[in-house]
Each structure stands twice: as C-alpha cells, then as structure tokens.
Nanobody, 126 residues
Framework: QVRLVESGGGLVQAGASLRLSCATS????????????MAWFRRAPGKAREFVAA????????LYTDSVKGRFSVSRDNAKNTVYLQLSDLKSEDTGVYYC???????????????WGRGTQVTVSS
C-alpha cells in the first residue's frame, strides 16, 4: 500500500511563501516512488477539488493550472521519496486544503490518480 503524508501548511498573510512536502512510503503493482507521477490538488471551502501541479517520473516535465503559473513550483527528491510544492506570492484565493496524489500519467484529472494523502491546510489572510 502506498501512503502519502503532507506537511508544511499554515496561516500566512498575502504575499508570503510556504513549502509543502509530501512524504511517501510503500509500493503497489511493482512500482516504486521514482516511477510515480506526483501531483498536488487543493479544495477551497465550498468549492470542488482543483488540480494545482504535477511532475513526471522520467524527466523534467511539469504541469500547472493557469492560476498558479509563475508563483508555484513542484519538484521531487527521489532519494527521499518526497515531492514538494513551493508556494510563493500567496493570495487569499489560494486558501484551501492541499492534497498530494500519486499516479501513472501526467494529467490534471484527479480521477486518474491512485493514491491520496489526507491533506494539509493552507490559509492566506489579506
């Protein structure tokens, strides 16, 4: 079983930065961490889950939703089995629970991802 645990969320003011981490463990279907596509999603209060960013397993390819391009950056450290999301120039609209997910393809559709963490809360005041 693959387990994902997010951390790094908090309460910050608009314009501040945070770095979220997603630590992973376990394996499924013979796939190890370095072969998983890793993604971040978020859910704002009263809204549906939204794709944020993802990073491929076999190269530098990344994917971002338009609202975070230039402000957020996703990266991974396969030696630590960890994926990161650097959030910069935070806005109140970025408030929500941020979830880490693991899958097999670099897409924005959350239904394609196989494993999910419990989430970490990011709150941006203005």
């Amino acid at each position: 079983q693959v387990r994902l645990v997010e951390s790094g969320g908090g309460l910050v003011q608009a314009g501040a930065s945070l770095r979220l981490s997603c630590a992973t463990s376990g394996a499924a279907s013979g796939r190890t961490f370095d072969k998983y596509v890793m993604a971040w999603f978020r859910r704002a209060p009263g809204k549906a889950r939204e794709f944020v960013a993802a990073i491929n397993w076999n190269g530098p390819s990344t994917l971002y939703t338009d609202s975070v391009k230039g402000r957020f950056s996703v990266s991974r450290d396969n030696a630590k089995n960890t994926v990161y999301l650097q959030l910069s120039d935070l806005k109140s609209e970025d408030t929500g629970v941020y979830y880490c997910a693991a899958g097999e393809v670099l897409v924005s559709n959350g239904g394609v991802y196989d494993f999910w963490g419990r989430g970490t809360q990011v709150t941006v005041s203005s």
